[in-house]
């Protein structure tokens, strides 16, 4: 079992910055490929960024491309999404997810899979004003 801890999230003014974390549990973090999702009121949950085990692949969504960064710190079992340029149609619960299936190889669009994941966590709400 994995537990996932989202925090950062708040209320920002459009053009702001917010930096979100995601704390895992588990001994074998650093081989779990990582994903941030986002869901709207009203909306599908839809994916945001993902990142590989080691930190050298990741893969965005075309909407927060040059905005969002995500990150990683295997020693604090910790994955970040760094966003940037905030806009009001970003405001969203914003999820990790955990895919701990090391034989899931395949990168780039094969991250945004939500079916992809195992665990997930509760969620941090990000609010940008317009």
């Known amino acids: 079992q994995v537990q996932l801890v989202e925090s950062g999230g708040g209320l920002v003014q459009t053009g702001g910055s917010l930096r979100l974390s995601c704390a895992a549990s588990?001994?074998?973090?650093?081989?779990?490929?990582m994903g941030w999702f986002r869901q709207a009121p009203g909306k599908e949950r839809e994916f945001v960024a993902g990142?590989?085990?080691?930190?050298?692949?990741?893969y965005y969504t075309d909407s927060v491309k040059g905005r969002f960064t995500i990150s990683r710190d295997n020693a604090k079992n910790t994955v970040y999404l760094q966003m940037n340029s905030l806009k009001p149609e970003d405001t969203a619960i914003y999820y990790c997810?955990?895919?701990?299936?090391?034989?899931?190889?395949?990168?780039?669009?094969?991250?945004?899979?939500?079916?992809?994941?195992?665990?997930w966590g509760q969620g941090t709400q990000v609010t940008v004003s317009s």
């Open positions: 990142i590989s085990w080691s930190g050298r692949s990741t």
């Open positions: 588990g001994r074998t973090f650093s081989r779990y490929t």
């Open positions: 997810a955990a895919d701990v299936d090391s034989t899931h190889q395949v990168m780039g669009v094969a991250m945004s899979f939500t079916a992809r994941y195992d665990f």
